[in-house]
């Protein structure tokens, strides 16, 4: 009798079983605005005043009473001039004042005509002559339309990007506090690895490669927010593999490790982690990327203990690495920092090509848009073929077994989703 294979886990089932024991950071620093982008906030920002402070003007021209200037040429004596950075004195019966875009209307004032709808009077310099009729409220920006004070605009957990800190700027914000980086520490695995510089690719080794998992891994690392320790390569054995986690886990939050976590001779990853700590998922049924491995090091013992050393080990074909990356240690870490802006939703699009021989995991093909609005497949979608990744921008999720025709609609992600 043959014995049953256990079916591998859904993705969705190893996200969920490693969200449910992600203990979000705590910690919290102080940093300058100046210095914030990617960071995390650690604090609701709100705002002690209106943005704008005062109805305003939108155009350069003149702020006019719209009582007096319910016609076309109506002749206003302009009594007053209010550029940006100053502020007007009440506009009486038959007056208007000439105005800069972003300067407070005066008092009595209750629309803007702008200086293209005007004439002046050839005759009276100190005279308009409208060549249009106003509207109360035009070319006003009102008081407290942008931000209302008292009003969170910046929630806890928001992670801060360009748009993010020029808010938190206008409301007068130039420190922010913000939650200290995950401090991650990346190791390779694999005795046929050679970095990039040491040896030119004429005198290398048959069977060597150049690692090229530690460069984009360490770049996706920072991109998700992270302080990252490069640990280097890592030989193909147990002892060394368990000291090199043993040492790592005890000054940082997660570990990532590439390669060595499949079912080969040479493969210690996961025996080293289960030697030290707990395994909670081990392979998965997506494609590229089966062999993923999640646990921590030093599981906390006590609800007072520290935070735990988390591990996350990817494969070692870079596509795999590269798309668990995307679908499971990027959502990691960003419940670990406790962000707040949603995962990256999918779009419909129709691809424009034929997959007939689906795999039965749930696969991930790179693609590309194309100028038709469709998609486009890379020919080689090998886990190893990084090119796939370059050439394309983004990401169709298959369902296992789901055979395409050309012009089905599937769910698709660009990459720059993951990577702002
Ligand atoms: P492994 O998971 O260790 O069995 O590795 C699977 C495949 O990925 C092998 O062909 C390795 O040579 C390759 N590989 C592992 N680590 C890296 C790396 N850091 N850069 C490039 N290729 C790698
Ligand atoms: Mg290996």
Not at 93 to 104: E, K, M
Not at 226 to 238: F, N, P, R
Request: charged share 20%; glycine share 8%.
């Amino acid at each position: 009798m043959t014995k049953a294979v256990k079916p591998l886990m859904p993705l969705d089932e190893a996200c969920a079983i490693i969200l449910s024991h992600v203990k979000p950071l705590q910690a919290v620093e102080s940093v300058a605005s100046w210095d914030a982008d990617g960071r995390v906030l650690a604090e609701d920002v709100s705002s002690e005043l209106d943005v704008p402070a005062l109805d305003n003007t939108s155009m350069d021209g003149y702020a006019v009473r719209s009582i007096d200037a319910q016609q076309s040429g109506t002749r206003l004596h302009v009594v007053q001039r209010i550029p940006a950075g100053s502020h007007g004195v009440m506009l009486h019966a038959g007056q208007a004042a000439r105005i800069f875009t972003g300067a407070p209307i005066p008092p009595g004032a209750d629309a803007v005509v702008m200086q293209e709808h005007v004439a002046t009077d050839p005759a009276q310099h100190d005279h308009i002559v409208l060549n249009q009729a106003a509207v109360a409220g035009q070319w006003i920006r009102r008081a407290g339309e942008d931000v209302a004070k008292g009003v969170v605009i910046l929630p806890k957990g928001t992670r801060l990007q360009p748009a993010e800190l020029g808010l938190a700027a206008s409301v007068g914000r130039d420190r922010l506090k913000v939650l200290r980086k995950p401090r991650v520490a990346l190791l390779s695995t694999g005795d046929e690895l050679i970095m990039p510089g040491t040896v030119a690719p004429a005198d290398m080794k048959p069977g060597t490669i150049y690692n090229s998992n530690r460069y984009f891994l360490r770049a996706l690392l920072q991109r998700s927010g992270c302080e990252v320790s490069d640990l280097g390569i890592v030989a193909d054995q147990k002892q060394a593999t368990m000291d090199v986690l043993s040492q790592a886990s005890e000054t940082h939050d997660l570990i990532v490790s590439s390669g060595g976590v499949s079912v080969g001779e040479e493969d210690h990853v996961k025996p080293a982690v289960q030697a030290l700590g707990v395994l909670h998922v081990w392979q998965i049924a997506m494609k590229p990327g089966k062999p993923l491995a999640f646990g921590w090091l030093n599981k906390p013992t006590t609800k007072a203990a520290a935070q735990p050393c988390y591990f996350m080990g990817l494969p070692g074909n870079p596509v795999s690495s590269y798309v668990t990356y995307l679908c499971v240690v990027w959502p990691f870490l960003a419940a670990l920092q406790g962000i707040v802006q949603p995962a990256p939703s999918a779009f419909s699009l129709p691809v424009h090509f034929d997959w007939p021989r689906p795999d039965k995991r749930r696969e991930f093909l790179r693609v590309r848009r194309n100028v038709q609005g469709g998609l486009d497949l890379f020919p080689n979608q090998s886990s190893g073929v990084l090119t796939s990744a370059v050439w394309g921008d983004g990401l169709i999720d298959v369902a296992p077994a789901q055979a395409l025709r050309h012009g089905d609609v599937v769910s698709y992600w660009p990459f720059s989703h993951w990577l702002s």
